[in-house]
Each structure stands twice: as structure tokens, then as C-alpha cells.
């Protein structure tokens, strides 16, 4: 087994790939925890949880968490900053959507996570269907949601459910959506991971791109058989950044028409209500002083909102999870998509690409010197 080379994973017996690696980085003691994910109500209720024993990690039903994303308003970055102490003083095993990933490389950057102590298995996926459209389309062709035992997306155009043990292919139209946030990302290769697992062909692709990932995939071996393959998950998500990339410059030219008052009117029916704040897995001030104004009611809408954005443009990674949870559905990416757009354009930066690249608005000195060490 090589660095670099990817691998056809087959379960021996019935854990499948994700878990088995995560079951073995316990039971080997490469790891204190790992982050985990149970199914909630039903399939598109996935949430995340903190496991410390081998014999927790039963089937995740990975598939589910690719098509959807942990349900509401968590991540596993989040979750691991926020719930796992950001890896600071243990060492932890998870897996990562690549927004993740960026966003672990911004929280490390800062001190609110620790990259080394992590193993990281970066997931390489389509897009997640977009919740709100998926409980409406459930509604109209009356799916029971509890009724779903797998899920996949097959391709950008396509999601197979199985229900009341019937596969049936649904594809995406204009009811049921990939997140509009994915259809037009940019960056969606896996960096910065341990390991790389590929849901897009059919098979689970494991490569190892470190040496931490590879002796966690040897020691795995036990529990997972390997095959060479020459799936190449990366040529097709290039394909599917560049697609995404000239949907997401459409979109900023459209925005770049309006009037500054035009920009401002859109943020207008804005609560405060802080659940983009809470959503966001890059935001950690614990002092926040928006929250604290908003509780105050002694701050209006657009300070509020014209604040977060100022406060964390150049650390945004693009996640789109508070576009896709404000309950006033705001395009808030729009704004935060223009930006970063913007700092690409001018400093070829781009948050969460290398724990190397300093925000261009830090003071270039210090922040080298700071954002390396931990
Ligand atoms: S924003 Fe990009 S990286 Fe994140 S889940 Fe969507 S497609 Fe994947
Ligand atoms: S932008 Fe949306 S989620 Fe954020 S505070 Fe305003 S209403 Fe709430
Ligand atoms: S501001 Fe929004 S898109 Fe950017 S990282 Fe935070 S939640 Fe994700």
C-alpha cells in the first residue's frame, strides 16, 4: 500500500470503510475519540457525536451523511471545536466534507484547533440535498421520510433512495436540489486530509495522502479488504469546481449590478436572530459582541448583519450553512461568495486552502509568527 494510490475498500465483514478505519484508530490507540454520526429521526436527520470506545462504532450509515450533511446546524468542525475541544489536548479521529477541512485549517490557524492531533478522512461527494427542498418534496410525493433505509447520490443529477426496501432513482429538479451552495462551489477537493474516501463512483475509494493515513488504512486492514483502483475522483471534481465556478462568477456579476442601497435592502428582513452565528463553524469569539448587542436590542439588522460579514470575510470557507439555516432565507453566501471572490482575485488568497496562507488583512508579521505555533 502507497501513499497517493487509491484503494477499493471492501468490508470483511459488515462495518463499512469509515467506521472500520475509525474503529481501528481506538482499538490501535492512534486516537483518544472519534467524531461519529448517528441517524436521528430518520436518514436525513444525521447528527454527530463524540465516541471514546472501539465497540461504539457501529454502522454510520455514511451514504446518509454524504447526501445530507449532519441535520440543522451542525458540522463536524463545528462539532469538533465546539464539543471536542478543537483536538487541542487529545487526539481525535473524524471524517470532513472538504468545506470542513477549510474551515479546520482556519480554525487551526487560530488557535481553536489542532490539525496535528487530528487523523482526517476528507470526503469527496457531490453537494448535500438542500433540507428544505427535500421535506417539501417528501410531502408532495408522500415519502415517508422513516421509511428510507439507504440513500446515494449517484451523480450531479441524481439521488437513489431505497424505501420500504424498493430502490427507486430520483433526480434532482425543481423541487428536489443539490444546496445552491454546492452547485455552484468552487473548491471542492479534499485538502489537507489524512485520508481521502471517494462516495462518487459506487464504491468507496480510500487513498492515503500522509503517512498517518496510511498506517491508520495498513492497521485497518484487518477489518477491510484493499484493491487498487484507478478511480480518479479528482479529475471529476475538477470538472465539477469549474462548472461551479463560472455559476458562482455569473452570479457575483449579477450582484455587482445592484446599488449599494439595493445590497443593503436585501439584508433588511434580517431578526438578529444569531443563527447564522450559531451555524457557522468559524465563528468561535465566546464574547460576541453582535450576540450581545442583539440581545440589548441595541443594534438594528444591517449593523448586525454588515458587522458578521466585515467581521469574518476573509475567514469565511464557504460552507453555506447560514444561508442554508436563516430562517429568512438571506443569500447571505452571495455576499460572502463576492468577497472571497474578491481576496482571490486581488491576493490570490482562498480561506482554508494551507494553514501557510495568512489572511491578507493580518498584520503579516505576527500573524506568521502566531498562526503556526500552537
Ligand atoms: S459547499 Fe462544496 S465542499 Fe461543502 S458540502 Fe457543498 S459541495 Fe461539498
Ligand atoms: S441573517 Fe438570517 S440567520 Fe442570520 S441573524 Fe439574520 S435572520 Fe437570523
Ligand atoms: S459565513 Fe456562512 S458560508 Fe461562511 S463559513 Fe460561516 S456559515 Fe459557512
Do not use: W
Not at 29 to 43: M, N, P
Not at 45 to 69: R, W
Not at 247 to 273: D, N, V
Not at 291 to 302: E, L, V
Request: proline letters at 5%.
Amino acid at each position: 500500500m502507497d501513499v497517493g494510490k487509491p484503494y477499493k475498500a471492501t468490508p470483511k465483514a459488515k462495518l463499512p470503510p469509515i467506521e472500520a478505519l475509525l474503529k481501528t484508530m481506538l482499538e490501535e490507540k492512534l486516537v483518544d475519540k472519534v467524531l461519529g454520526a448517528k441517524v436521528d429521526k430518520d436518514v436525513t436527520q444525521v447528527k454527530p457525536e463524540a465516541i471514546d470506545k472501539a465497540e461504539n462504532v457501529k454502522d454510520m450509515n455514511m451514504p446518509a451523511y454524504v447526501a445530507f450533511n449532519f441535520s440543522k446546524m451542525d458540522s463536524a468542525s463545528k462539532f469538533l471545536h465546539k464539543s471536542m475541544g478543537g483536538a487541542l489536548n487529545s487526539k481525535v479521529g473524524m471524517f470532513a466534507r472538504p468545506c470542513d477541512m477549510r474551515a479546520l485549517v482556519e480554525l487551526h490557524k487560530r488557535r481553536q484547533v489542532n490539525l496535528d492531533n487530528l487523523i482526517t478522512i476528507g470526503i469527496e461527494e457531490y453537494g448535500q440535498v438542500e433540507q428544505k427542498s427535500l421535506k417539501k418534496y417528501f410531502t408532495d410525493k408522500k415519502i415517508d421520510p422513516t421509511k428510507i433505509s439507504s440513500v446515494r447520490i449517484t451523480s450531479p443529477e441524481k439521488v437513489e433512495m431505497v424505501i420500504d426496501g424498493k430502490s427507486q432513482v430520483f433526480p434532482f429538479d425543481a423541487t428536489l436540489q443539490i444546496c445552491r451552495n454546492c452547485s455552484n462551489c468552487r473548491n471542492k477537493l479534499v485538502r489537507n486530509a489524512d485520508i481521502k474516501a471517494s462516495f462518487l463512483s459506487g464504491d468507496v475509494i480510500l487513498t492515503p495522502v500522509t503517512k498517518k493515513g496510511l498506517d491508520a488504512m495498513e492497521k485497518a486492514g484487518k477489518l477491510l479488504d484493499y484493491a487498487e483502483s484507478s478511480f480518479d475522483g479528482e479529475a471529476l471534481l475538477k470538472e465539477m469546481e469549474a462548472k461551479g465556478k463560472a455559476k458562482q462568477l455569473q452570479e457575483i456579476a449579477e450582484f455587482r449590478k445592484k446599488t449599494p442601497e439595493q445590497k443593503m435592502a436585501a439584508l433588511g428582513s434580517c431578526t438578529a436572530c444569531g443563527i447564522c452565528i450559531r451555524a457557522c463553524p468559524v465563528c468561535f469569539c465566546v464574547d460576541c459582541i453582535l450576540m450581545a448587542k442583539r440581545k440589548a436590542k441595541k443594534i438594528d439588522q444591517y449593523t448586525f448583519q454588515l458587522s458578521r460579514i466585515a467581521h469574518i470575510a476573509d475567514t469565511c470557507v464557504q460552507c453555506g450553512k447560514c444561508d442554508s439555516n436563516c430562517p429568512k432565507a438571506l443569500p447571505l453566501n452571495i455576499y460572502f461568495n463576492d468577497i472571497a471572490m474578491q481576496l482571490e482575485e486581488k491576493y490570490g488568497y482562498v480561506s482554508g486552502r494551507s494553514i501557510d496562507d495568512v489572511p491578507p488583512r493580518a498584520n503579516v508579521t505576527d500573524m506568521r509568527a502566531r498562526y503556526k505555533r500552537h
